[in-house]
């Protein structure tokens, strides 16, 4: 009878905490499985890149950071948020100071004046943030060819949105 409360105590239907957990888990999970996803036959182009578009319901090619983070969302089986924008990511009900594993951060572009790059925190490494960006390259673009693990210092994130 322990081994059957143990198991239903860790299971994705159990009461509490464990919810968000294996919730928050999952999404994570579904992030890091698109590492190693790239552009292919053009800039912002690709199989998976006009995936991630018109789950927002934009054509490829475009930017698709913010459709990156959106379609991870919905894979995990959240409605919000759906969009290609990724100022539209830091709504202020949305807002929170500190990252941790699942929020989603937004780099501010002074050439822009907004928000121009956005990812999702897969962990914290002291003053770093590890996460998970799309339209990325190795030297941390907002316009690269694919999907990335990057680490950067948290003094480099304007904004923190909870989406779960």
Same mark, same amino acid.
């Given at each position: 009878? $322990?081994?059957?409360?143990?198991?239903? +105590?860790? &299971?994705?239907?159990? %009461?509490? =905490?464990?919810?968000?957990?294996?919730?928050?888990?999952?999404?994570?999970?579904?992030?890091?499985?698109?590492?190693?996803?790239?552009?292919?036959?053009?800039?912002?182009?690709?199989?998976?890149?006009?995936?991630?578009?018109?789950?927002?319901?934009?054509?490829?090619?475009?930017?698709?950071?913010?459709?990156?983070?959106?379609?991870?969302?919905?894979?995990? $089986?959240?409605?919000?948020?759906?969009? +290609?924008? &990724?100022?539209?990511? %830091?709504? =202020?009900?949305?807002?929170?100071?500190?990252?941790?594993?699942?929020?989603?951060?937004?780099?501010?572009?002074?050439?822009?004046?907004?928000?121009?790059?956005?990812?999702?925190?897969?962990?914290?490494?002291?003053?770093?943030?590890?996460?998970?960006?799309?339209?990325?390259?190795?030297?941390?673009?907002?316009?690269?060819?694919?999907?990335?693990?990057?680490?950067?210092?948290?003094?480099?994130?304007?904004?923190?949105?909870?989406?779960?």
């Amino acid at each position: 009878m $322990g081994i059957v409360w143990l198991a239903a +105590a860790g &299971s994705s239907w159990s %009461f509490g =905490r464990n919810i968000i957990s294996y919730e928050k888990n999952n999404f994570i999970e579904i992030a890091r499985s698109q590492i190693g996803i790239r552009e292919t036959n053009c800039e912002n182009c690709g199989v998976a890149v006009k995936g991630y578009l018109s789950y927002v319901g934009i054509k490829s090619p475009a930017p698709w950071c913010a459709a990156f983070v959106s379609w991870c969302f919905g894979q995990a $089986g959240y409605a919000r948020p759906r969009t +290609a924008w &990724s100022p539209a990511l %830091f709504p =202020r009900s949305r807002l929170v100071t500190a990252a941790k594993p699942g929020i989603v951060y937004g780099i501010f572009f002074a050439s822009m004046k907004r928000i121009g790059h956005c990812g999702i925190t897969e962990r914290l490494q002291g003053d770093f943030i590890v996460g998970l960006e799309a339209n990325t390259s190795l030297a941390g673009s907002r316009e690269g060819d694919g999907v990335y693990r990057k680490v950067r210092h948290k003094r480099s994130i304007h904004r923190y949105a909870d989406w779960l």
